[in-house]
C-alpha cells in the first residue's frame, strides 16, 4: 500500500510507553493507517523512536497586545497598574502594528508545535476594529501552517459603553467563533456575563472568559458560568481563563468545584505565566503562586488547559510561544511530577484542549487530519519534565518546521 508520507519508528502519544514503535500512514492530509510494521511505500520520515503527538492547542493567548514592551513597561517595585499602562498604548495600535507584532509571536508558536490557536482580540472603544482587522488577515495568511480562531471581548469594561457592545456585534457578524469577556473590570460584572452568554447563544458561537483572578476566593463568578452553561445547554463549549482564586481554596471546596465544572462541561484554561508574575502583589512576603491546580480539577472529571496568556506585555514581560514551557513550568510550580500526573499535564496542552475545540478523538487516530509534531522525547511524561524540544512539526501531512537534533562536538 502506498501513502503521501509514512511517518516511520515512531513512539505515539496515545499509546501505553511500552507499545512497539509504530508507523502512520498519511493520505491526502490525513491519517489513513497506524500500525506497527505497517508495510508502505512512499515518502517517509523517520521519527527515530521519538515521541509523536497530536499538534499543540493553545487556547488562550493575546496575539494583539504581545510584544509591546517598547512601549508600555511593567510595572516597578511589583506595582499593579498592569491595566493602565496597556490601556494607555492602545489608542495608537494600527492594523498594520498588530499584524507585525501578533505574527512574530505566531511564528514562535509554530515552531514551538502549535497547530491550532485561540487568540482573544479586544475591542474595546479605544482601538476599535484594528486589532479584528489585522488578526483576520493574519489566520488567512497562515492558513497552511495553524487553525487561528478569534474571540472577541472587551477588556476594560462592558456595562455603558454602547459602542463596544457594537463592535462585539461586528466581530460575530464577521464570523468570529467565540465570545469572551473581563468581567473584574466591569462596574457590573454579572451583567457583562449575563450578555456574554445571550450573544454565544444568538451567534451559536464558544464562550471564553477571563475570570475569578485574584487572591481569594470570597467572590467567585465561575457559579454564574456554570450555571448558564447548564441553562442554555452549552456544556463542552465554554471556557474560563486564569481562575487564580481556586488556587486558594482548600482541597475540599476544589473537589466540589471540580464536579460542578465535570458535571456542566465548563473547561479552566490555567495560565501560569501570567498568574505568576501577577498575583500576590499584596504580599510583601511568604507571596502566593497563585496558580490553579489543573489536576486537582481533572481528578474530579473537569476538563483542563494549559495557555500562554501574554508574551513580552506588561502583564507577562517573558514568553516564546512553547506551551511545552508551560507545562514543564505548571507542573514544577504545582509540585506534580509523578509519571500520572505529568503524562495529565501533557494532555492540558493536546487532548483536552482538543475537547474544548470539538475535536472528539485524540488527535493520532485513523480519519484524523495529520497535525502532528516528533519531539526529542520517548514518551508524554518524559517530555513535560525535560521541556522537550520539538524536532518537526507537520500540518495536514506538510511539514511546517523543523529543529536540528542538539549533537556535541567531542574533541
Not at 493553545?58 to 513597561?73: A, V
Not at 493602565?84 to 494600527?94: D, E, I, L, N
Not at 502583564?315 to 514543564?328: H, K, V, W
Amino acid at each position: 500500500m502506498a501513502f503521501d508520507l509514512v511517518v516511520r519508528n515512531a513512539r505515539l502519544a496515545n499509546l501505553p510507553k511500552d507499545a512497539p514503535e509504530q508507523e502512520i500512514g498519511i493520505e491526502d492530509g490525513r491519517i489513513a493507517a497506524v500500525g506497527a510494521g505497517l508495510a508502505a511505500e512512499g515518502e517517509s520520515i523517520d521519527a527515530g523512536g521519538g515521541l509523536v503527538s497530536p499538534g499543540l492547542i493553545e487556547t488562550h493567548i493575546h496575539l494583539d497586545k504581545s510584544r509591546i514592551l517598547d512601549r508600555s513597561e511593567p510595572s516597578p517595585n511589583r506595582g499593579t497598574d498592569h491595566m493602565k499602562r496597556v490601556s494607555a498604548v492602545k489608542p495608537g495600535f494600527t492594523v498594520q502594528d498588530v499584524y507585525e507584532r501578533a505574527k512574530a509571536s505566531l511564528e514562535t508558536s509554530l515552531v514551538a508545535g502549535v497547530t491550532h490557536m485561540r487568540t482573544h482580540v479586544e475591542l474595546d472603544p479605544n482601538v476599535g476594529m484594528k486589532s479584528f482587522d489585522a488578526l483576520e488577515q493574519l489566520a488567512k495568511d497562515y492558513a497552511w501552517g495553524i487553525d487561528l480562531e478569534l474571540c472577541v471581548f472587551l477588556q476594560e469594561g462592558w456595562t455603558g459603553v454602547p459602542d463596544g457592545d457594537k463592535n462585539l456585534v461586528e466581530g460575530l457578524e464577521r464570523g468570529a467563533p467565540a465570545i469572551g469577556g473581563a468581567p473584574a473590570y466591569d462596574e457590573n460584572p454579572a451583567a457583562q456575563i449575563d450578555r456574554i452568554f445571550e450573544l454565544a447563544k444568538e451567534y451559536d458561537v464558544d464562550v471564553d472568559i477571563h475570570l475569578d483572578v485574584g487572591g481569594n476566593h470570597d467572590e467567585l463568578s465561575i457559579y454564574q458560568v456554570c450555571e448558564l452553561t447548564d441553562k442554555i445547554g452549552w456544556g463542552g463549549r465554554v471556557a474560563v481563563g486564569h481562575g487564580s482564586k481556586y488556587s486558594t481554596m482548600p482541597p475540599d471546596k476544589l473537589a466540589d468545584l471540580g464536579k460542578l465544572l465535570a458535571d456542566t462541561g465548563v473547561t479552566v484554561t490555567v495560565l501560569p505565566a501570567t498568574d505568576l508574575f501577577t498575583v500576590g502583589r499584596h504580599q510583601d512576603h511568604s507571596v502566593m503562586r497563585g496558580v490553579a491546580d489543573a489536576n486537582a480539577l481533572v481528578n474530579c472529571g473537569a476538563n483542563c488547559c494549559l495557555s500562554t496568556n501574554k508574551i513580552l506585555n506588561p502583564f507577562t514581560p517573558f514568553g516564546d510561544g512553547s506551551l511545552m514551557r508551560i507545562a514543564n513550568m505548571y507542573a514544577n510550580v504545582l509540585q506534580r511530577g509523578t509519571a500520572d500526573e505529568l503524562m495529565d499535564t501533557f494532555a492540558m496542552i493536546t487532548t483536552m484542549p482538543g475537547k474544548l475545540i470539538g475535536r472528539k478523538t485524540d488527535g493520532l487516530s485513523v480519519g484524523d487530519k495529520a497535525d502532528f509534531v516528533i519531539w526529542n522525547a520517548t514518551a508524554p511524561d518524559e517530555a513535560v519534565a525535560i521541556n522537550a524540544q520539538p524536532l518537526a512539526g507537520y500540518k495536514g501531512g506538510r511539514r511546517v518546521f523543523s529543529w536540528e537534533k542538539p549533537e556535541l562536538n567531542r574533541p
